[in-house]
């Protein structure tokens, strides 16, 4: 039988995905991954997540912008290492869900990784882990805004920014109430030690890192438009 099967060469067809993928790893993923900009992008702090966490973490996403950045640039050696809420998602979602994994799979590091939006919605399951003592990592990306509603904004209402800007209360004092350790990284220069020491922890821990406020997610089609119409800023 297979001398009979003629055979194909798509080749053209990969070069033009090849070709693709550099014009956005030029226009978008190097920016993102090595920011021009001073403050701290989502992208290099999930990516110091990988760092130090081999890709062997469970990465529990919330709904958002940081949705997307984990769900993009998580490193995975193992199916079944990504938990997010999917198709209209829930805000809140992450830190139970995250509490749950870490239950269900007690040998692996579980980070949940939320917005400061997202994180009020279900901010008392720092009582579960309190009370259950058990080891969650959490990371809560900062930007003071409802990033995901604030992008569309930005881009498609000239910034007139209504109900996303965010007024935050100290994530950290209310997380060490709980007698969870956390800490707040404001400085790219500082990202690096803080996920170290998280990851090393035999214990729950709180990290809470000040990300660029008006920082976008790559590429996105417009509402009505089509996959030619593909947005990279």
């Known amino acids: 039988m297979l001398p009979l099967i003629e055979s194909k060469n798509h080749g053209s067809w990969h070069n033009k995905f090849k070709e693709l993928y550099e014009i956005e ?20 702090t999930i990516e110091m997540i990988n760092k130090h966490s081999k890709g062997d973490a469970i990465m529990v996403s919330d709904v958002g912008q940081h949705q997307m950045f984990t769900c993009r640039y998580s490193k995975f050696n193992t199916t079944k290492s990504s938990v997010t809420s999917g198709g209209l998602g829930t805000m809140g979602f992450a830190l139970p869900a995250a509490i749950g994994a870490k239950m269900g799979m007690p040998d692996r590091e579980v980070v949940a ?115 030619s119409d593909i947005r990279l800023s």
């Not at 790893?25 to 290099?44: A, Y």
């Open 25 to 44: 790893l030029e226009t978008v993923i190097n920016d993102e991954l090595k920011p021009k900009k001073e403050g701290i992008s989502m992208g290099e």
């Open 113 to 227: 990784v939320i917005g400061d939006g997202g994180f009020q919605m279900t901010i008392q399951e720092l009582g579960t882990i309190f009370q259950t003592k058990v080891p969650v990592k959490i990371v809560v990306l900062n930007n003071e805004f409802l990033g995901m509603v604030r992008q569309w904004q930005q881009l498609f209402f000239d910034k007139r920014y209504a109900s996303t800007e965010m007024t935050n209360p100290n994530f950290c004092a209310i997380a060490e109430g709980y007698y969870i350790k956390a800490k707040k990284v404001t400085k790219r220069e500082d990202l690096d030690a803080a996920v170290a020491e998280m990851m090393a922890s035999k214990e729950s821990y709180f990290l809470e890192v000040m990300v660029e406020k008006e920082n976008n997610v790559f590429p996105m089609i417009p509402t009505g438009a089509s996959v």
